[in-house]
């Protein structure tokens, strides 16, 4: 079987049909990356080392690999023994012509196994490669581990998440990854972009640390730092631009999410809780002395609050069209009505053959989400339908390549 048919296939007429990734990295940043370019009818590559494949799997639920399951959908998994010539032979092959190459080594490891920006010149010239790391590719740092954790730590997220009397408090997801991920797929298409039609067109390196898009979507901490000489403080679920803005508890226990920066949901806001005269009360009249009185304003609101279980809140709130809502977990979230008529979320089947739910596409083209092609693939699933062989190359120790750290 022609490999290109077999794969690129599947991407129908999505806007990426026939877009060719090869994606050699590890665990969510790079596997976010080729996502988001996957669904978009992309044929993508994953090359797994052999028999433990990319860590990802490694992060299960009940035996199963979620993670996996969830950001590997509509790609491909080749076996490749890197340390073999024969591999790295394949593997050359997939490259030459390939559209977009995607790793996240620790830098210097791509030039070790002889794929230097020269060597993948002389091989592919129109070639994107998208380089992830911690810091960056040179400086001081570039060797340096660069795990999300570390990232999100360093960059002010978590100095300015949580509560001022806690300590601070790390995301409970792969933050730093993800927006690094989303931030590759849109660099990555922008220099392909480029490259179409270029007569002299030479490979395009693209430099991504995890740092720098995290701390770019924190707001103007710096200007704010210079302009005030104070760092933004832990402030819990408030906001350090307006307010009133919180998590507020129902009668029942519930919490409900309030945004009323704007005047005039804060005017209707006041003339529901019984304090008509808000705006006019020197306290809360301007942003600045809202922020300055937040206490009070958020006493004021939460004392009107507590006397209302959460469908009294959120009826409340709806006839007044204030911008409020309940604080859901995923239990909600699956029986909410919003997810089953936006058909967000769609049976997957495992390699394993169980079924269960995971996000779809997050956005429409012309009204239609991009569909599930394929569920993520079992490890070495597609080795034969790319180069004729099950299994990968016996590991003969072969100095042929350098086995990527």
């Known amino acids: 079987m022609n490999p290109q048919n077999h794969s690129s296939a599947r991407g129908g007429t999505q806007p990426l049909s026939g877009v060719k990734v090869v994606d050699l990295s590890r665990l969510v940043s790079g596997n976010m990356l080729t996502h988001v370019l996957a669904d978009l009818g992309a044929t993508v590559i994953k090359v797994e080392p052999p028999r433990k494949g990319d860590e990802l799997r490694a992060w299960q639920r009940e035996g199963m690999s979620t993670y996996w399951l969830a950001y590997s959908r509509n790609k491909d998994s ?39 920006k020269d060597r993948l010149n002389a091989l592919n010239p129109k070639l994107v490669v998208v380089r992830i790391s911690g810091w960056g590719q040179t400086g001081q740092f570039a060797s340096k581990g660069g795990f ?16 001022a009397d806690l300590p601070p408090v790390l995301p409970p997801f792969a933050m730093a990854d993800s927006v690094a ?5 849109a660099l990555a298409l922008a220099a392909l972009h480029g490259q179409r039609g270029n007569a ?42 307006h307010a009133p803005r919180n ?4 009668r029942d226990e519930k919490w409900v999410a309030l945004s009323a920066g704007m005047e005039g949901t804060l005017a209707r806001l006041f003339e529901g809780i019984g304090y008509p005269q808000g705006l006019q009360d020197p306290r809360f009249s301007s942003h600045e002395a809202r922020l300055k009185n937040i206490d009070a304003l958020d006493a004021l609101i939460q004392g009107h609050i507590t006397q209302l279980t959460l469908p009294e809140a959120l ?31 769609v049976d997957q089947v ?27 693939p079992a490890l ?18 072969s100095a042929a390549a350098a086995q990527p750290t």
């Open 200 to 241: 002299n067109a030479s490979v395009q390196e693209i430099d991504l640390s995890l740092f720098e898009p995290l701390f770019s979507i924190l707001g103007p901490q710096a200007a704010e730092f210079q302009l005030t000489g104070k760092s933004t403080p832990r402030s819990g679920s408030r906001s350090p631009t």
């Open 380 to 397: 070495g699933q597609d080795n034969t339908a790319w180069f004729g062989a099950a299994k990968p190359s016996a590991d003969t120790g």
């Open 247 to 250: 998590v507020y508890k129902t």
């Open 350 to 376: 495992a390699p394993d053959g169980r079924t269960v739910s995971v996000h779809a596409a997050p956005y429409r083209i012309n009204g239609q989400r991009p569909p599930i092609r394929r569920g993520a």
């Open 78 to 116: 080749v076996e490749l023994n890197l340390r073999t010539g024969d591999d790295m032979a394949r593997l050359t092959g997939l490259l030459a012509d390939a559209d977009i190459l995607v790793e996240n080594f620790r830098p210097g490891t791509l030039e070790r196994m002889g794929l230097g």
């Open 148 to 163: 999300g954790s570390l990232i999100e730590a360093m960059s002010g997220f978590a100095a300015m998440n949580g509560f």
């Open 181 to 185: 991920g989303i931030y590759g797929a």
């Open 315 to 345: 009826e409340f709130f709806a006839v007044r069209d204030i911008t409020a809502g309940p604080v859901c977990d995923i239990a909600d979230l699956l029986e909410h009505p919003y997810i089953a008529e936006s058909q967000l979320l």
